[in-house]
T-cell receptor, first 115, second 115 residues
Framework: SQQGEEDPQALSIQEGENATMNCSYK?????LQWYRQNSGRGLVHLIL?????REKHSGRLRVTLDTSKKSSSLLITASRAADTASYFC???????????????FGTGTQLKVEL | KAGVTQTPRYLIKTRGQQVTLSCSPI?????VSWYQQTPGQGLQFLFE???????NKGNFPGRFSGRQFSNSRSEMNVSTLELGDSALYLC??????????????FGPGTRLTVL
């Protein structure tokens, strides 16, 4: 089952505009990761935010985390055509024996940046 | 540092056959996780190996199996292939298993088509 749900499912913007994607999750977490996937290819790791962090930046990316609302957002500023991709949030599974690396992914946001 | 590599990148098989996929993690990483991605089910966790031991397993039938070698390379095997096994298979590499700081890095995937 999908732990996270991204919103919106699809987003179309013009180059230079900002893109914001939201992710909601269901269980308590110790971190949340965002990934980008270009059309049928592998996932590219964008950023990891820990549960004790509220905001994190990496280049044109800004991620926020609100553990009280069980939600996160990814902001891409000054978007480029090359940012066109699907974006996923992923959270570690809570119910693992002795820890582990099982990630539960959201359904993804398809971002299209037009020239 | 070289990234996660997966071989082969593309594979076409027929129903009833078996297939073995390979994943080489980033040097120094000891955890390898496998995921299946389909348009209908999204990204789903198959299993994780850490230091040659399976740590966690997803909700997949016994036809899906894996192993990890002493050099951390991992293989995934699917026996008696079904049409529904057609998917992008992704492996993820990380330095350790679990924890709030544990980033997971994905390979480019193996696209399996079952005819």
């Amino acid at each position: 089952s999908q732990q996270g749900e991204e919103d919106p499912q699809a987003l179309s913007i013009q180059e230079g505009e900002n893109a914001t994607m939201n992710c909601s999750y269901k269980t308590s977490i110790n971190n949340l990761q965002w990934y980008r996937q270009n059309s049928g290819r592998g996932l590219v790791h964008l950023i990891l935010i820990r549960s004790n962090e509220r905001e994190k930046h990496s280049g044109r990316l800004r991620v926020t985390l609100d553990t009280s609302k069980k939600s996160s957002s990814l902001l891409i500023t000054a978007s480029r055509a090359a940012d066109t991709a699907s974006y996923f949030c992923a959270t570690p599974s809570e119910k693992l024996t002795g820890g582990g690396n099982k990630l539960t992914f959201g359904t993804g946001t398809q971002l299209k940046v037009e020239l | 540092k070289a990234g996660v590599t997966q071989t082969p990148r593309y594979l076409i098989k027929t129903r009833g056959q078996q297939v073995t996929l390979s994943c080489s993690p980033i040097s120094g990483h000891r955890s390898v996780s496998w995921y299946q991605q389909t348009p209908g089910q999204g990204l789903q966790f198959l299993f994780e190996y850490f230091s040659e031991t399976q740590r966690n397993k997803g909700n997949f039938p016994g036809r899906f199996s894996g192993r990890q070698f002493s050099n951390s390379r991992s293989e995934m095997n699917v026996s008696t292939l079904e049409l529904g096994d057609s998917a992008l298979y992704l492996c993820a590499s990380s330095w350790t298993s679990g924890g709030p700081y544990n980033e997971q890095f994905f390979g480019p995937g193996t696209r399996l088509t079952v005819l």
